[in-house]
């Protein structure tokens, strides 16, 4: 069964410092998404993601952070200058279509430790 | 404004015991609902969804919930837990419009005596 996947499953950085989480989504689906979770905290959406341009961003998605789908597979989050705050589980999701009855398909997760 | 309530932040069932899980929601219009699973280390699954019609909806590992307009719920139920239903259960929307993010409520953690 297809899936989506994200590497690293674990990723530790000193503030301050840029990481890029990645995500292979599957393989015929079109939009792309990221959320976080802070430990203890809800899921919250990151940003959306269609035909090479972000379709909608939160109020987190800020200036630090940018998307990327640098080649026909992977899907990338890039933060610039990590946080302490930043430190959270960021999960990449893919959909087929936008429409709201359509599933988004999660992956495993990163866990990101900013120190 | 949009917000998803999951009153019972964790929750201990015998196995073999029924359980149910509570959701509410606020919204302006009744959205997309759903339900996901997370076991530890793992992504989100999805359990169930409710977009229209019978208000009693099933779902995967024999789960089901039921959407009540009148009290904005949307409780998942299981007859009878087994050991590995142990994880964080997510009740989530989604508005009906060409929005695409999720909203998800905070999270139950179920535990499973044996």
């Known amino acids: 069964e297809p899936e989506v996947t994200q590497t690293p499953s674990h990723q530790v950085t000193q503030m301050g410092q840029e990481v890029i989480l990645r995500c292979v989504p599957i393989?015929?689906?079109?939009?792309f998404y990221w959320y976080r979770q802070i430990l203890g905290q809800k899921v919250e959406f990151l940003v959306s993601f269609y035909n090479n341009e972000i379709s909608e961003k939160s109020e987190i998605f800020d200036d630090q952070f940018s998307v990327e789908r640098p080649d026909g597979s992977n899907f990338t989050l890039k933060i610039r200058s990590t946080k302490l705050e930043d430190s959270a589980m960021y999960f990449c999701?893919?959909?087929?279509?936008?429409?709201?009855?359509?599933?988004?398909?999660f992956g495993p997760g990163t866990r990101l430790t900013v120190l | 404004a949009q917000s998803v309530t999951q009153p019972d932040i964790h929750i201990t069932v015998s196995e073999g015991a029924s359980l149910e899980l509570r959701c509410n929601y606020s919204?302006?219009?009744?959205?997309?609902l759903f339900w996901y699973v997370q076991s530890p280390g793992q992504g989100l699954q999805l359990l169930l969804k409710y977009f229209s019609g019978d208000t009693l909806v099933q779902g995967i590992k024999g789960f089901e919930a039921e959407f009540k307009r009148s009290q904005s719920s949307f409780n998942l139920r299981k007859p009878s837990v087994h050991w590995s239903d142990a994880a964080e259960y997510f009740c989530a929307v989604r508005q009906r419009s060409s929005a695409s993010k999720i909203i998800f409520g905070s999270g139950t953690r179920l535990s499973i005596r044996p």
């Open positions: 919204y302006g219009a009744t959205p997309y």
């Open positions: 393989s015929n689906h079109l939009y």
């Open positions: 999701a893919s959909s087929e279509r936008l429409a709201g009855t359509d599933e988004q398909f």
